[in-house]
């Protein structure tokens, strides 16, 4: 009766904990836009991802010795249904335990509702910013290491004013992302007193933006604020008011930041700036000596946010005593929020230690990580200007 009892007892460990004694390895899905819109960033992302679970595979420590791989699928940034079809695949076929993304929020907003919710899969996204994620139905699944843009909305007009400006024209990509951007910009803009000129859409994927160019032109303003991608639509609404001279200065909100904007422009870009999520925390320099030997760029849009959403799912897991979404989304805002011990890149291996022997965390990360309401960050921002063809960091708020 005893070896029944016991041999019962290990059958309920493994079919309840969702992480066999065989120690078989934990995937957890990586969706991203590696094509599309921010395909020059995204690499970055799914290699900060990559490298806090190399992290925790090479510690052995969690859950006594689960591995984790990395299952990657293409979002496009734009496609829907292409993004919910690789999320399904994720989720089904794959088996992963959990999501490190999307990247944009129309298509995050789409697996949430069509892949995840329907299968109780925590989703935590390092970049999807649009203010309507926030009161987005969600069964405590969704979580976001990437502030809501009605933060950045804040953001944007602080440094606009701040240098002095009066009056800007808005251009957004025409979608969840673009809009909600560009109506927090145009709000806090105007409540800061600035005139906002025109708010005009524009469409991604097209060769030819000088309609949209000719319309922000007859509107006017002395800055164009450009709310879209930096490979795509963003870009090319810039070049075609370089080229025409409607405007020679640009505000680059997040999407927009990135190396392949500057260098694909060129010196037309000097003099134009932004701001995108990032803290010159030590986390944040821990994070850049880490990604900078795992030969990638630490400084990219979203990169230290793609490191610290993939950790906190982790570090979730261990809090549970399980790998399954059902138990370890309980577990996110209490290893990402304090009180308890500091963690910081590199640390996983401790934190990993000091859940098991009981003790809290306060996972602060490569981002000064604090989640806030609804599961998102709080919001500190990098201040960026174009000199001398290059990205420049500026500052932090």
């Not at 591995?67 to 076929?93: F, G």
């Not at 821990?286 to 990604?291: D, G, H, I, L």
């Not at 990219?300 to 059902?326: K, N, P, Q, R």
Request: glycine share 12%; with cysteine; aromatic share 6%.
């Amino acid at each position: 009766m005893k070896k029944l009892l016991l041999a019962l007892a290990a059958t309920t460990m493994l079919t309840g904990s969702a992480f066999a004694g065989s120690h078989s390895p934990v995937k957890i899905g990586v969706i991203l836009g590696f094509t599309g819109p921010i395909e020059s960033i995204t690499p970055a992302m799914g290699a900060a991802a990559e490298l806090a679970m190399k992290e925790v595979s090479d510690s052995g420590k969690l859950l006594d010795g689960v591995k984790v791989e990395s299952v990657r699928a293409d979002s496009t940034c734009v496609d829907a249904a292409a993004a919910t079809a690789a999320a399904e695949r994720l989720i089904t076929s794959d088996k992963v335990a959990a999501i490190m993304g999307a990247d944009c929020s129309g298509v995050t907003g789409a697996i949430l509702q069509n892949a995840a919710r329907p299968n109780g899969i925590v989703m935590i996204s390092p970049s999807a910013t649009s203010p309507g994620l926030s009161d987005a139905e969600d069964d405590g699944l969704f979580f976001r290491t990437a502030p809501s843009d009605a933060r950045q909305g804040e953001i944007v007009a602080d440094i606009l004013t701040g240098k002095g400006v009066k009056s800007i024209a808005i251009t957004y990509t025409n979608n969840d992302y673009g809009k909600g951007l560009s109506d927090a910009i145009k709000a806090n803009f105007e409540k800061a007193g600035g005139t906002v000129t025109i708010v005009a859409a524009h469409e991604d994927g097209k060769g030819d933006y000088s309609a949209e160019v000719g319309a922000l032109a007859q509107a006017g303003g002395e800055v164009l604020v450009v709310a879209g991608y930096v490979d795509q639509g963003g870009k090319g609404v810039i070049q075609g008011a370089l080229d025409t001279g409607a405007f020679d200065t640009f505000y680059l909100p997040d999407g927009m930041v990135g190396d392949s904007l500057a260098e694909a422009i060129g010196e037309g870009l000097n003099g134009s700036y932004g701001a995108n999520p990032g803290t010159d925390s030590p986390g944040a320099a821990s994070f850049q000596e880490m990604a900078k030997a795992a030969d990638f760029d630490g400084t990219s849009s979203f990169a230290a946010e793609s490191y610290d959403a993939a950790a906190l799912i982790m570090l979730a897991m261990e809090a549970a005593g399980s790998t399954a979404s059902a138990d370890l989304k309980a577990k996110v805002m209490d290893v990402a929020n304090a009180p308890g011990e500091k963690i910081f890149p590199g640390e996983l291996a401790k934190a990993l230690e000091l859940i098991k022997a009981g003790t809290d965390i306060d996972y602060v990360g490569a981002t000064a990580v604090e989640l806030i309401g609804p599961g998102e960050s709080a919001g500190n921002y990098r201040e960026i200007e174009i000199k001398d063809g290059k990205l420049s960091v500026v500052g932090y708020r």
